[in-house]
């Protein structure tokens, strides 16, 4: 029995560190597009055309435990699935499913700088916002 037991509570016990609800308040956006290479490529090689930049005020909820994203905005609210998520160090990336044809991919980043990107595929381009100073809280 206890040969099964200590096996299970481990894989419990690593399945539950990822459970989590992620919160995100997003104030200052930066609106861009690039080519169809990654952000972190097309930045380096500028590439990068960057839009208009406003402020906003909008939360997003990402609750991992129940794969449903969350965005309110002006007192509308919208819920989503989360298609998929993985860890990576320090960084989030969480895909929400829009429609069938429409996936988004958030990318949290709690490195030096707590900054989110919002980027989706449109008319051949990447295209997206990021905001670099976000509040994230987290709750288990």
């Given amino acids: 029995m206890k ?52 402020n906003v005020d909008v939360r997003f909820i990402f609750d991992l435990n129940e794969k449903k994203f969350s965005r309110f905005n002006e007192g509308k609210t919208d819920s989503l699935p989360i298609k998929s998520f993985k860890f990576i160090g320090d960084i989030t990336e969480i ?16 490195l030096n700088d707590k900054m989110m990107y919002c980027r989706w595929i449109n008319e051949g381009k990447i295209r997206g916002w990021c905001d670099k100073n976000i509040e994230i809280k987290k709750e288990n």
Avoid: R, W
């Fill in 3 to 54: 040969t099964i037991f200590f096996p299970i509570c481990l894989l419990f016990l690593s399945l539950s560190s990822y459970s989590q609800v992620i919160s995100v308040q997003v104030k200052n956006i930066q609106n861009f597009e690039h080519p169809m290479m990654k952000t972190d490529d097309a930045i380096l090689l500028d590439k990068v055309t960057y839009l208009g930049a406003g």
């Fill in 95 to 110: 895909n929400v499913e829009y429609n069938k044809d429409l996936l988004v991919n958030y990318t949290i980043s709690e």
